[in-house]
């Protein structure tokens, strides 16, 4: 079993619809991060979070630490939001990142 | 602007070929990470380094070496002795001390002639 699991593997949505990523791990883990990778690879740290959430614009990312998952939500989603999503679970303060496989979300105009 | 470089971004191996690839930050971060991304697969950390001189092997180290010589480069080498080096190769930067972010690079993607 991974340490740590995403759901879905891919999402399509029309332009405008809410997204929620999903991300569960089994490790104990210090923060958790969200990444934002492009279609031509290269990749954006969104979010880094402990406890509770954090907004940025229209990207809303929560964390439940007792139960081990945290979620990444897109609101007013738009076609320039499609892009692969990744969370990463860091073990300690300077421990290295166990990354999740990744959503492929595709918005639709 | 500060950011994480690589190059080349697109590389081609012979069979039995070293080839090495570059990444260089401009950030001052002391931390630099290699990963391999293959197909379906979540990143894989090969080799990291908190400080100049210094490098640690990450999960899948055999069949890659690096170097630290200077605190803004951190060179891949993949070597002959991987024997599946087609994959995507990312290169990251954090600052160290408490959680930090970590900075990556656009990516070079290996393949074998």
């Known amino acids: 079993k991974n340490e740590v699991e995403q759901s879905p593997q891919n999402l399509t949505a029309q332009e405008g619809e809410f997204i929620t990523i999903n991300c569960s791990y089994s490790v104990g883990i210090s923060a958790l991060h969200w990444l934002q990778q492009h279609p031509g690879g290269g990749i954006v740290s969104l979010f880094m979070l402990s406890s509770g959430k954090k907004k940025h614009g229209r990207l809303i990312a929560t964390i439940n630490i007792q139960e081990k998952h945290s979620s990444l939500h897109i609101t007013a989603s738009h076609p320039r939001d499609s892009a692969v999503y990744i969370c990463a679970a860091q073990g300690g303060s300077q421990g290295n990142l166990i990354f999740g496989k990744g959503t492929k979300l595709s918005v639709k105009p | 602007d500060g950011g994480i470089t690589q190059s080349p971004k697109y590389l081609f191996r012979k069979e039995g070929q070293n080839v090495t690839l570059s990444c260089e930050q401009n950030?001052?971060?002391?931390?630099m990470y290699w990963y391999r991304q293959d197909p379906g697969q979540g990143l894989r950390l090969i080799y990291y380094?908190?400080?100049?001189?210094?490098?640690q092997k990450g999960d899948i180290a055999e069949g890659y070496s690096v170097s630290r010589e200077k605190k803004e480069s951190f060179p891949l080498t993949v070597t002959s002795a991987q024997k599946n080096p087609t994959a995507f190769y990312l290169c990251a930067s954090s600052r160290t001390g408490g959680h930090q972010p970590q900075h990556f690079g656009d990516g070079t993607r290996l393949s074998i002639l």
């Open positions: 380094s908190q400080i100049v001189n210094d490098f």
């Open positions: 950030l001052n971060h002391d931390a």
